[in-house]
């Protein structure tokens, strides 16, 4: 069975897992559109996320502080694996009834925040480690529409930067970069 979110979660966990591969042991410690985060930071807070939403799914508790070093011997493998795990747990119809106990949002809500993690985190390891990341034109629309949603309340929480204006002829990946707080032209 699937789920909306779950096939796009499954259209954008692989282009994710793609950078995360690509990302070579000497390139953990650079800087990352994040300004807090390194590369090894963020793949850490990435690993935490998908396995987290998982969790989430199900209506499970999360401790979002626990701050492990995922980045161990076959990491890349690994977070590969609870991608796929991801993408499983948000294609159960239930996963996305009702509100979340744990976030207090709809489950539907919390299953677009797993997506635009997993989508803007992945641009910002690309851009980090000089990859690219492509991103579907409807995760892109289900971006749009989260922020449409969510973006003022995320702002407020933490969770995105003020918006970084961009100009009327970039793209839609760019416009939804801005709207998180990036700057699309980002460098090291």
Not at 42 to 63: K, P
Not at 116 to 144: K, M, N, S, Y
Request: charged fraction near 20%; hydrophobic fraction near 40%; aromatic fraction near 6%.
């Amino acid at each position: 069975m699937t789920t909306k979110t779950s096939e796009l979660l499954a259209v954008a966990a692989p282009r994710t897992v793609a950078v995360v591969r690509g990302i070579s042991d000497d390139q953990l410690d650079l800087p990352t559109p994040c300004p807090d985060y390194s590369v090894r930071d963020l793949l850490n807070h990435v690993y935490d996320v998908v396995v987290n939403f998982q969790a989430l799914a199900g209506r499970r508790e999360v401790d979002w502080s626990a701050k492990t070093d995922h980045l161990t011997e076959g990491w890349r493998d690994r977070f590969a694996a609870e991608t796929v795990r991801l993408v499983e747990a948000w294609s159960d119809p239930a996963a996305l009834e009702g509100v979340s106990p744990g976030m207090g949002l709809p489950q539907e809500t919390v299953g677009d925040m797993a997506l635009i993690d997993l989508t803007v985190h992945g641009w910002d390891l690309a851009r980090a480690t000089g990859q690219r990341l492509e991103v579907d034109p409807a995760v892109l629309a289900a971006g749009h529409g989260f922020m449409d949603r969510m973006g003022e309340t995320g702002q407020q929480m933490g969770a995105f930067g003020a918006p970084v204006p961009t100009t009327s002829d970039a793209t839609p990946l760019d416009h939804l970069l801005g709207r998180t707080g990036r700057d699309p032209g980002w460098t090291p």
